[in-house]
């Protein structure tokens, strides 16, 4: 398991300025991400989506957030979470990917320690 995901309070992926976090990170437990994993899994099934699981689009998700990333500038990718970005948003190939963001917001939310590119 992620130490990094667990020991996070302050969002950097959420964040738009290059500010440094000035409070002490609040250290999470594997409880912490159970909870989050049962979580998970009970957004999983849709029975208004495609096959009545979700499962495949939050796999595409996952992909193209890892995707976003630039190895010249060295900017996105999952830990930038630039899919949060209206200009990655309204690129072609993230087309139909808003319902994931949309079906992990409540998450995003609820354990605000976490970004998206963690969920």
Partial sequence: EDAGAMRRNDDFSRSTSNSVP???PTIRTPKDLTRVRADIANL???????DGSIAPLL????????GTYDAKSGTGGSNGSTMRFKTE???PE??????????LEPLRSK?????????
């Fill in 89 to 91: 948003q309204a690129d």
């Fill in 111 to 119: 354990y605000s320690w976490l970004s998206t590119a963690d969920l």
């Fill in 59 to 66: 796999i595409r998700f996952s992909w193209h957030c890892c």
């Fill in 94 to 103: 993230n087309a139909g990917l808003a319902k994931a963001r949309e079906k």
């Fill in 22 to 24: 000035t409070s002490a």
């Fill in 44 to 50: 999983l099934n849709d029975p208004n989506h495609d």
